[in-house]
């Protein structure tokens, strides 16, 4: 069954580490839907956060190859456990004054903020998961996007676990 | 018939010398650290980038160096060395064009899982990144075919990354290793104390297996009425013919070795199957589709021995034993997994494990197969056969000669037709089918195993790719006999052309191929030529009198075919037989 799949990959923080992870699931046919790289709580260590779908085999064999590159130290199946996935988007968007409040409407409901006002556009700075991020760009777009950046999807399990 | 090596000074000699800590420069480092390696031979070309390197190693007599004449001759040559040795094979080569050459034998390396070190200059690292004259970001280019790779920052980082590559290289499941080195590091000045520990974390190969694995798989041995075992070259890799052979004496289950497993278990015994597969025997592939239980033992499923693969062993629980825990399911759903070091595993397992006895039926029904249908071709009097002269080329050497191979028909008749009762004795390219790759293999065996006759099969195709390693053949009188099966033609391809394409011969006709007796002889090298059994074996006997290297073409047949066949898309039971039936 395909699912989409929230891995976390901690991996020495070497030049060219993100070059092999990546390079690795273009090769081998794994789709990326998203990367996120930063540091951890490690010095030395990275941790990046890929979303990907698959069924469970080729989750499976993602593990398996990455655990094969020897700059990876731990792979996490996230969406295996209870998880907190975030990621931030900035949309710019038009907005001419008539349009202002009811823009200012949406950002409201949705616990967005606007980071930044034009003479004829607002920048948006929205922070959820990625349905939320989704329907926030939904609501965006009859008023006209000139803009939109993703950071893709950062993740940790809920709770004590590690 | 020993090839000639340096005057080397005694092993304690150079040890003691080389261990004391002592300010140097990243070339006398790089040179200190392969000899503490027990690096006895490298491979290699200079250039620009790695002249500091190459100047430490004037007058240096620690190792030997070969300078072959291509980049890919020194990689290929480093490859068969590991092949034949079980130590790790090193090339050098310079940055940029000297790095790229290196790329075909770096991938060859990785899909057969053979230990290598790569040595690359690289441009100095001030210039890194600015398309410096003959820069190539090889890191980048080989990171989908290399195990790892080092680009090198400081030449005090040098002892460790140089003994963690080793590590690397040979442990676990084996592999090619790359280490890139700017000219600045390799003339910087650094303390240098050897570094006899490794501490790589997140690298720790599962050596051991799970016991109660290995008890599934004895229970399921107990109940096996067609059981059978398929080893590979991991067999070979891990060291574990010993043990392999007394698992399936124990076990009395009938054996099938991959291509490159060949040797990993005697090929005169009668629990041998012959090579499954392809251009595998008829008993090895039909059993394969029987079974109601197969044991993988270190092969790795590949298209080339599995067939179509939906229907391929339908009937079987599968066992699949892999020191690298991604082949196992990856292409073959695995009732039994597990992971660990060949060795171990079977290890483990002849302390308990019983005789099949369910399985007397199918023993008896598998020999009497091998014997109803063994490889076979239609001889001839007028023609040499090549199937011929690999049997001839068996006899007159009694089955003891190190052989490698080129890629093509040649190299499925050779497997096909000479029978290997040693490991380390077949080298050939399996996993990427590198032409190019057979006789400056050979040298690298040769120069592993200065007693052994080491024979070199190769196609008149293959044979002019990487043909100028005869030099270094004749300049260091590396008694390499090496063997040319000249049909004329790129005889695979032209064989693929007659079956699958309907004779539409495109583009196989070598005409204009030199007279491979005058080229050997403009090498200096000793040229045979014969293209009737008798002259065949009088050449061959005066050959292998000659005590240096000697080419010796084969001119046969040209239309002669490899078969049993599989054409892709079949299952493995679906052989062409050819017209010997
Ligand atoms: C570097 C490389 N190029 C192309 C091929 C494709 N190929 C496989 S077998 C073959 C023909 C080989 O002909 P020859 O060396 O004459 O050997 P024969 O098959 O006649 O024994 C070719 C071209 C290959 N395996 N490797």
């Not at chain 2, 006899?196 to 690298?203: A, L, N, P, Q």
């Not at chain 2, 199937?387 to 007159?396: A, D, F, G, P, S």
């Not at chain 2, 050779?414 to 089918?433: E, H, I, M």
């Not at chain 2, 005869?470 to 052309?497: D, E, H, S, T």
Request: glycine letters at 10%.
């Amino acid at each position: 069954m395909m699912k989409r799949h929230t891995v976390a990959v901690l991996v020495n923080d070497q030049p060219g580490v993100l070059q092999r992870v990546s390079g690795l699931f273009g090769r081998r046919g794994f789709n990326i839907e998203s990367i996120t790289v930063g540091t951890s709580e490690e010095t030395g260590l990275s941790r990046m956060v890929i979303v990907t779908t698959g069924d469970d085999k080729m989750l499976e064999q993602v593990t398996k190859q990455l655990y094969k590159l020897i700059d990876v130290i731990k792979v996490v199946d996230l969406s295996a456990n209870p998880m907190v996935g975030r990621e931030l988007a900035l949309i710019k968007v038009n907005a001419d004054p008539g349009a202002r409040p009811e823009i200012l409407g949406v950002v409201e409901t949705f616990r967005a903020a606007v980071v930044d006002i034009g003479t004829t556009s607002l920048m948006v700075q929205v922070v959820g998961d990625t349905d939320k991020i989704d329907a926030m760009i939904e609501l965006m777009k009859p008023y006209g996007i000139r803009e939109l950046s993703r950071t893709g999807v950062t993740a940790m399990v809920r709770g004590n676990a590690r | 018939m020993v090839a000639q090596h340096a005057t080397l000074r005694s092993k304690e000699e150079i040890m003691e010398s080389l261990r004391k800590p002592e300010v140097i420069t990243g070339s006398e480092i790089l040179l200190r650290s392969l000899v503490l390696e027990d690096v006895e031979c490298v491979f290699g070309y200079p250039g620009g980038a790695v002249l500091y390197i190459y100047d430490a190693m004037h007058g240096f007599s620690d190792f030997q160096h070969l300078l072959t004449r291509h980049e890919q001759g020194a990689i290929h040559a480093a490859d068969g060395y590991a092949r034949a040795s079980g130590k790790v094979g090193v090339c050098i080569a310079t940055s940029g064009p000297g790095a790229t050459n290196l790329v075909t034998g770096i991938a060859t390396a990785y899909m057969d899982s053979v230990p290598l070190v790569v040595i690359t200059g690289n441009v100095a690292t001030t210039l890194i990144g600015t398309d410096a004259f003959q820069e190539a970001d090889i890191t980048g280019i080989t990171m989908p075919i290399t195990k790892h790779s080092y680009l090198v920052r400081k030449a005090a980082d040098l002892p460790r990354i140089i003994h963690e590559a080793f590590h690397i290289a040979n442990t676990g499941r084996k592999g090619p290793v790359l280490i890139d080195i700017p000219k600045d590091v390799s003339a910087e000045l650094a303390l240098f104390e050897p570094v006899t520990e490794v501490s790589i974390r997140g690298y720790n190969p599962t050596v051991t297996p799970n016991k109660l694995q290995v008890d599934k798989m004895l229970k399921a041995i107990t109940e096996a009425e067609r059981p059978i075992v398929l080893a590979g070259g991991g067999v070979v890799y891990s060291g574990a013919h010993e043990e392999l052979f007394e698992f399936i004496k124990k076990s009395g289950i009938p054996i099938t070795t991959t291509l490159l497993g060949l040797g990993a278990f005697p090929s005169g015994e009668e629990l041998w199957l012959g090579m499954p597969g392809m251009h595998g025997t008829y008993t090895a592939n039909t059993s394969i589709q029987e079974a109601d239980l197969l044991i993988n033992i270190g092969a790795r499923f590949d298209d080339r021995v599995t067939g179509k693969l939906s229907g391929f062993a339908p009937k079987a629980k599968i066992v699949h034993i892999d020191i690298d825990p991604a082949e196992i399911g990856k292409n073959v759903p695995t009732d039994i997994p597990i992971v660990g070091d060949v060795k171990s595993v079977l290890q483990m397992a002849n302390k308990e494990v019983k005789y099949a006895e369910k399985a007397d039926a199918w023993r008896a029904q598998l020999a009497a197969s091998c014997k109803e249908k063994p490889y076979k071709y239609n001889d001839s009097e007028d023609e040499l056969k090549p199937q011929w002269v690999i049997e001839m080329l068996y006899e007159e050497t009694n089955g003891e000669a190190i052989v490698t191979t080129d890629v093509g028909q040649h190299q499925m008749w050779a497997a096909q037709y000479y029978k290997f009762n040693k490991p380390r004795s077949w080298v050939t390219s399996g996993g990427l089918g590198t032409m190019g790759f057979g006789f400056p293999s050979a040298i690298g065996a040769q120069m592993a195993n200065q007693d052994r006759l080491v024979i070199s099969i190769n196609g008149d195709g293959g044979m002019q790719m990487c043909a100028q390693e005869l030099a270094i053949c004749a300049i260091n009188n590396i008694p390499v006999k090496v063997v040319i099966i000249n049909n004329q033609v790129l005889g695979m391809v032209r064989q693929w052309q007659e079956l699958i394409y309907d004779n539409r011969y495109s583009h196989i006709d070598l005409s204009g191929s030199p007279d491979f007796v005058k080229l050997a002889e403009a090498y200096g090298v000793r040229g045979f030529r014969a293209s009737n059994k008798e002259d065949a074996r009088a050449v061959w006997q005066e050959a292998m009198n000659h005590p240096g290297p000697a080419v010796v073409e084969f001119v046969v047949r040209k239309h002669e075919n490899v078969y049993p066949m599989v054409t892709q898309g079949s299952t493995i039971d679906q052989m062409l037989m050819g017209d010997t039936e």
